[in-house]
């Protein structure tokens, strides 16, 4: 399977080159499967957390590369290599039954599109090992239906995001006018597979609620929630905090308004969306992680472990 990565079309950006030499594609990954962190995070939807938490993994590198990103230092930092560790399959599988062991319900898989085959690898291997959870894949959904038939059997629940609908925001924030067409295509094939369980998130962005109406009327027209009763969810997302502020692409740089978010929720309501979750409005930074600490979901240190208790960390030895 990493003969994927021989002539990178992993993704829809295709860029075609050879990381298995090294080749650097849009990404910026080679075909090394590179980890941020692993945690018990217990700041999921309720069926994600659990009682006793999401076993999450954050992978470093990103496909998608939003201007506004709140974990930057791993997905795009600008001018050098992002926070990360390369790690085996064996030790990824190492991991999730280290997150297993501590008490986890669910590999939590964060923003790993474009390392998808080592990805399926190492879950294989962690099966192997006696893994029991499930598996989900936390992405951006700009993916190909090719991509995700890798990994058709072997994750369990799908938690995509669908970020825009409109191609000038997406060329503007993501430099990717096609995500629109893509995301959709990949939500619809992550709900073409059997037993599938699928939450799709939606983070509002300040001052775009337009955005947000389109996302929420395709989502109604879709008939998620009524066609696909206890199988599919929506989330809304209102923790859009500003980072990168220098990025003069993004006009909005604040929060959300108690006057968007009630916005919000009245469309949720006219449009007949009754299944999923809508976040309490963010209104400080204090929540954004810092993946240069052990702990990086605590602001405190490693002893506020109520949000994030750290399992794996990319400078651990
Ligand atoms: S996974 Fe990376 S290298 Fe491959 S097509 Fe996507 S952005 Fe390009």
Redesign the pocket.
């Known amino acids: 399977m990493t003969s994927l990565y021989e002539h ?4 829809p ?3 075609g ?1 050879n ?1 298995l030499r090294g080749e ?4 910026r ?1 080679t075909a090394a499967l590179r980890l941020a962190c692993a945690s018990i995070h217990r700041g999921e939807e309720p069926p994600v957390t659990g009682q006793g938490g999401s076993g999450t993994i954050f992978v470093s590198g990103c ?1 998608l590369g939003c201007t506004f990103c709140q974990n930057w230092q791993i997905s795009r930092y600008a001018d050098a290599e992002t926070m990360g560790r390369e790690v085996s399959s064996e030790e990824f599988a190492a991991i999730c039954i280290a997150l297993e062991e501590k008490g986890a319900e669910n590999i939590n898989i964060v923003t790993g ?2 390392t998808i085959p080592a990805i399926a690898e190492g879950i294989d291997r962690a099966r192997e090992r006696g893994l029991k959870i499930p598996v989900l894949w936390n992405s951006s959904a700009y993916e190909t239906g090719e991509a995700l038939e890798i990994l058709s059997t072997k994750v369990d629940a799908w938690l995509p995001d669908l970020k825009t609908l409109d191609p000038a925001l997406a060329s503007r924030y993501f430099n990717a006018a096609d995500y629109p067409e893509r995301a959709k295509a990949a939500i619809l094939k992550m709900l073409s597979f059997p037993y599938s369980f699928i939450i799709v998130r939606h983070l509002i962005l300040p001052g775009h609620l337009e955005s947000t109406r389109e996302v929420l009327q395709w989502l109604a027209h879709l008939n998620l929630f009524k066609n696909t009763k206890n199988r599919a969810m929506v989330s809304i997302m209102t923790q859009f905090t500003p980072v990168n502020v220098t990025d003069l692409r993004m006009p909005y740089m604040r929060y959300v308004t108690q006057e968007e978010y009630e916005q919000v929720l009245d469309w949720l309501g006219e449009l007949g969306i009754e299944e999923g979750y809508c976040q309490e409005p963010v209104r400080n930074s204090g929540w954004l992680p810092d993946f240069g600490r052990r702990n990086p979901f605590s602001a405190r240190g490693d002893d506020a472990s109520e949000l994030s208790s750290p399992v794996w960390h990319w400078e651990d030895t």
């Open positions: 990178c079309n992993l993704c950006r295709r860029c080159v990381r650097r594609g849009y990404c990954e496909n599109s474009h």
